[in-house]
C-alpha cells in the first residue's frame, strides 16, 4: 500500500480550516463529550435496553465466533413494533411520520403515525392473504412513494425478510435478485416519475417475473395510471385489493422475532462480479441504525429530519425507514429529482417542512455547487441546523460550500462514513462534541474499534495511511452474505486474520481524525 503514502496523495490532507462546536449546540446536544469514555459493552447494553421495546428482554449482549457476530443474544422483538405501534401506543398517533413530496408540484401528503399503522396494518393482512407469513422472502420495486415504505414494516410486522431493488436497476438485475432470495411475492408499481418521464416498473418487473419461477404473486401500486399488464391470477392492484383487510392492529399483531432473525437482505451492486446479498437481522441492526441516528443527527422531539436518499439504498433502510422510525422522528421523503422542475426544488422543500436536518451525498451537493447558491438563497433556510454527508469521501471545497450556503455558516456538518456491510454510521463526527475539519469523518462512533493497518497487518499512528479495518463487532454488521460463506470470508476476512477489510484506504492524522480515501482499488490507480 505503498501508493497511499506519496506525496500525491498526502497533499490531500493540508486542510487547515477548523470548526469547533458552537456553545449553544453543544449545550442542548445529544452526545455529550463523557460519551467517549464508557464502555462499549455497557454503552451497546444499555441502547439495548433503552431505544428498543423487547417482547422478551435480551440475556446476553454478544457471541463472537469470527466471522459471526449474534447480538442481544434471547431478545425477541419486532421492528414494525418499535417504528410503529409503540409510538402510537404510547399516545403519539398524531404525530407526522412522513411529509412525502411527490416529483409533479402539488402532490404531496403528510402521514402521521396513526395513519402509518393502518396502512401497514391493512397491507399486513393483505399479504397474509396471499400466503406471506414469518420466513416468507418479499421483493420490493419501486419508487419513492409512501407505500415503498408501507410495503418494508408490513413485511417486518410478519416477520417475512424483503429485498429492496432500487427502482432505477434494470430487469436482469431485479431477476438476478429475486432468483438469489427466491422471492415468492413481489411488490411493485405502475410506472415512476423521474423528470417528468415515466419509468416503467411495472413494464421491467413482468420481464425479470418471466425468469422468476419462485414468484406467485406481483402486488402493484397506482403511482401514474398509466397502462399495464396485469396477468390474471398472478398480479394484484394493491389499492383494490386491500380495501376489504382489516387496518385493526389487533387482527394482525406484530410477529416476535428472534434478535438473530433475518431483517432484510441487500444486494451490493455487481460490478465485477454477482451481487453479494448483504445479510442484516433484527436486533442488532435496529439498535445499530436507532443509536447512530439520535446521537449523530441530534434529533429533538419536534425535529423535521430529511435523509435525501432513496430507501433503495443501504442509506434510506437506515436512515429513512428504521432508524428515524424507531424514534418516531418526523421525516421527509421526497420522489423526484433535486434539479425537477427547477434546480431549487430541494430548497423549497426545506423551506416548506421546516426540515432542521438534512442528510445527503457529496454527489448531490457538487451539483448544487455547479448550479450556483443562488437557488438556495430564493428560499429560507433558516430551519436547518445540522447537515450530513453520505456516501464517497467528500472534498473540503463541497464541504465549506454546503456549510456555509446551505447551513447559513453557521451548522454542524457530520460526514459519516459507513456501508452497506456495516448496517449502521461507524466513523463520524458527534455534532456538539467534535471539533470539525473539513474532508474528515473524525472519529469512530462510540464503541467502534476501527484501524488502519499497513500491507503487512500492521496498525499505522498519526500520520499514517493504509487499510481502514474494524477490529470488533458491532451490533448492526451484516451476518454473511446470502448462502455464500466462501465469499464472506474471501471479501472481508482474508486479508488481515483479525480484523474486517472495509476494502477502503484511509490516513489517520495526527489528532488520530480519519479521512477516507476511497476504495482501495480506484487508490492504486491514483
Not at 55 to 60: A, L, M, N, Q, V
Not at 401 to 410: A, C, F, N
Not at 458 to 484: F, H, S
Request: net charge negative; with cysteine; aromatic share 12%.
Amino acid at each position: 500500500m505503498s501508493d497511499v503514502q506519496t506525496p500525491s496523495i498526502e497533499t490531500m490532507f493540508l486542510e487547515e480550516r477548523r470548526y469547533p462546536p458552537p456553545p449553544e449546540f453543544a449545550a442542548q446536544a445529544n452526545a455529550q463529550p463523557d460519551i467517549y469514555e464508557r464502555d462499549w459493552q455497557e454503552f451497546w447494553e444499555t441502547e439495548g435496553r433503552e431505544r428498543v421495546t423487547w417482547f422478551e428482554p435480551f440475556t446476553g449482549l454478544y457471541e463472537w465466533e469470527q466471522p459471526y457476530a449474534r447480538w442481544y443474544v434471547g431478545g425477541k422483538l419486532n421492528v414494525c413494533f418499535n417504528c410503529v405501534d409503540r409510538h402510537v401506543q404510547a399516545g403519539g398517533g398524531d404525530k407526522v411520520a412522513y411529509h412525502w413530496e411527490g416529483e409533479p408540484a402539488g402532490e404531496r401528503r403528510t402521514i402521521t403515525f396513526v395513519e402509518l399503522q393502518r396502512d401497514v396494518v391493512r397491507f399486513a393482512n393483505y399479504l397474509r392473504s396471499l400466503g406471506v407469513g414469518k420466513g416468507t422472502p418479499v421483493g420490493i420495486y419501486m419508487g419513492m412513494i409512501p407505500a415503498l415504505p408501507i410495503a418494508m414494516l408490513a413485511c417486518t410486522r410478519l416477520g417475512a425478510p424483503h429485498t429492496v431493488v432500487f427502482g432505477g436497476f434494470s430487469a436482469d438485475s431485479l431477476a438476478g435478485r429475486l432468483n438469489d432470495m427466491e422471492c415468492e411475492v413481489l411488490i411493485t408499481q405502475d410506472e415512476g416519475w423521474r423528470r417528468g418521464q415515466r419509468v416503467p416498473l411495472k413494464r421491467n418487473a413482468d420481464e425479470a417475473v418471466a425468469s422468476c419461477p419462485g414468484v406467485r404473486h406481483v402486488v402493484v401500486s397506482r403511482r401514474t395510471g398509466g397502462d399495464v399488464e396485469m396477468q390474471p391470477g398472478r398480479d394484484h392492484w394493491w389499492e383494490d385489493e386491500w380495501q376489504a383487510a382489516s387496518d385493526d392492529a389487533a387482527t394482525c399483531p406484530c410477529e416476535p422475532m428472534d434478535a438473530e432473525d433475518l431483517l432484510y437482505l441487500l444486494y451490493t451492486s455487481g460490478t465485477t462480479a454477482k451481487p453479494k446479498g448483504i445479510a442484516h437481522t433484527t436486533a442488532g441492526y435496529l439498535v445499530g441504525v436507532a443509536s447512530t441516528h439520535h446521537y449523530i443527527f441530534d434529533v429533538k422531539p419536534d425535529s423535521v429530519y430529511w435523509c435525501a436518499a432513496d430507501i433503495g439504498w443501504v442509506t434510506g433502510h437506515s436512515y429513512i425507514v428504521y432508524g428515524p422510525l424507531c424514534n418516531g422522528t418526523t421525516g421527509v421523503i421526497y420522489e423526484g429529482t433535486p434539479d425537477f422542475p427547477d434546480k431549487d426544488r430541494w430548497w423549497k422543500i426545506v423551506e416548506r417542512y421546516g426540515v432542521d436536518i438534512l442528510y445527503t451525498a457529496p454527489t448531490a451537493i457538487r451539483a448544487h455547487m455547479k448550479w450556483g447558491p443562488e437557488y438556495a438563497e430564493q428560499h429560507d433556510l433558516s430551519s436547518l441546523r445540522l447537515l450530513g454527508t453520505v456516501g464517497e469521501p467528500i472534498n473540503p471545497e463541497a464541504w465549506v460550500w454546503y456549510r456555509e450556503h446551505i447551513g447559513g455558516d453557521r451548522t454542524p456538518v457530520v460526514d459519516t462514513w459507513w456501508q452497506t456491510e456495516t448496517g449502521m454510521i461507524l466513523i463520524t463526527p458527534l455534532p456538539g462534541v467534535t471539533t470539525l475539519k473539513p474532508g474528515s469523518a473524525t472519529k469512530p462512533f462510540p464503541g467502534i474499534d476501527a484501524a488502519v493497518y499497513d500491507e503487512s497487518g500492521n496498525e499505522v499512528g498519526p500520520g499514517g495511511g493504509g487499510y481502514l479495518v474494524l477490529r470488533r463487532p458491532w451490533p448492526a454488521m451484516l451476518r454473511g452474505i446470502y448462502k455464500d460463506h466462501e465469499r464472506y470470508v474471501e471479501t472481508y476476512w482474508s486479508r488481515f486474520p483479525d480484523a474486517y477489510f472495509a476494502g477502503d484506504g484511509a490516513h489517520i492524522d495526527e489528532d488520530g481524525d480519519f479521512w477516507l480515501l476511497g476504495r482501495v482499488d480506484d487508490v492504486m490507480n491514483v
